[in-house]
């Protein structure tokens, strides 16, 4: 038993010929690309919802296409062909610019796929937490003589935060999860990295169950944050009975 237990030890340990440093790197990649597109996509989900809201017809039937589109297709059909027919056609634009072709960063081709899909949902998040804003908030603030930006950092923004924020979680928690599928295009994050440390010693059930281990390590991160964040943007607030 003893035995047993050392071994295992052995495999999880961080350093070689242990698996568990390769496994906490692709945590710390996880958390990377995770975080970097969810920004991307907070800011293309900013833009979306604004523009959807808007008087711009044509712009709205564009955001319309882009939503249902990306909310339609599975995210591992989306995170291949963009990757892929992505460089493709950079390449192309290149070659007929008759400039030399580019290798993509996998960090970067999985940090911008993955905040292209999270802006679908953000846009439609977004836009249902400024449409619970009562009218009467906006209309005083244009009585005021607020611009477009201010009206939108003084009035909307404090206002759409405490709606938004339940959904903004599930799309955090949605991304961390979805940031497993890059590694169809090369990039080695915890998911591959655990497929690759079970490959080479055959445990897959130790690095499988280490793994999981680090997601919910990273769930219950996050949610401790989220609630903070929510707290805060919620004070003084009347709490429901």
Same mark, same amino acid.
């Given at each position: 038993? #003893?035995?047993?237990?050392?071994?295992?030890?052995?495999?999880?340990?961080?350093?070689?010929?242990?698996?568990?440093?390769?496994?906490?790197?692709?945590?710390?990649?996880?958390?990377?690309?995770?975080?970097?597109?969810?920004?991307?996509?907070?800011?293309? /989900?900013? /833009?979306?919802?604004?523009?959807?809201?808007?008087?711009?017809?044509?712009?709205?039937? =564009?955001?319309?296409?882009?939503?249902?589109?990306?909310?339609?297709?599975?995210?591992?059909?989306?995170?291949?062909?963009?990757?892929?027919?992505?460089?493709?056609?950079?390449?192309?634009?290149?070659?007929? &610019?008759?400039?030399?072709?580019?290798?993509?960063?996998?960090?970067? #081709?999985?940090?911008?796929?993955?905040?292209?899909?999270?802006?679908?949902?953000?846009?439609?998040?977004?836009? /249902?937490?400024?449409?619970?804003?009562?009218?009467?908030?906006?209309?005083?603030?244009?009585?005021?003589?607020? /611009?477009?930006?201010?009206?939108?950092?003084?009035? =909307? &923004?404090?206002?759409?935060?405490?709606?938004?924020?339940?959904?903004?979680?599930? =799309?955090?928690?949605?991304?961390?999860?979805?940031?497993?599928?890059?590694?169809?295009?090369?990039?080695?994050?915890?998911?591959? #990295?655990?497929?690759?440390?079970?490959?080479? !010693?055959?445990?897959?059930?130790?690095?499988?169950?280490?793994?999981?281990? =680090?997601?919910?390590?990273? !769930?219950?991160?996050?949610?401790?944050?989220?609630?903070?964040?929510?707290?805060?943007?919620?004070?003084?607030?009347?709490?429901?009975?």
């Amino acid at each position: 038993m #003893a035995t047993a237990q050392q071994g295992i030890l052995d495999l999880l340990s961080p350093y070689p010929p242990g698996w568990g440093g390769v496994l906490l790197a692709g945590a710390v990649s996880t958390v990377a690309i995770s975080a970097c597109a969810f920004a991307v996509g907070l800011l293309l /989900g900013t /833009g979306g919802a604004l523009g959807k809201l808007s008087d711009n017809r044509a712009l709205r039937l =564009l955001l319309d296409l882009y939503t249902t589109v990306i909310r339609a297709v599975p995210e591992l059909i989306l995170i291949v062909g963009l990757y892929y027919a992505g460089t493709d056609g950079l390449n192309r634009l290149l070659a007929a &610019l008759e400039l030399p072709p580019v290798n993509v960063n996998g960090f970067l #081709a999985a940090v911008a796929v993955l905040g292209f899909v999270q802006g679908a949902y953000m846009t439609e998040v977004l836009r /249902g937490a400024i449409l619970a804003i009562p009218t009467g908030q906006i209309e005083a603030a244009k009585a005021f003589g607020m /611009g477009p930006m201010l009206r939108f950092r003084r009035v =909307l &923004l404090p206002a759409l935060l405490p709606n938004a924020l339940p959904g903004l979680a599930n =799309l955090w928690m949605s991304v961390t999860k979805d940031s497993a599928l890059v590694a169809v295009v090369g990039y080695q994050e915890l998911a591959l #990295a655990t497929r690759l440390a079970g490959a080479s !010693t055959k445990h897959y059930f130790v690095f499988f169950l280490a793994s999981a281990f =680090l997601y919910l390590a990273i !769930t219950l991160v996050s949610n401790l944050a989220f609630k903070l964040i929510e707290g805060r943007v919620r004070r003084g607030q009347p709490r429901l009975a």
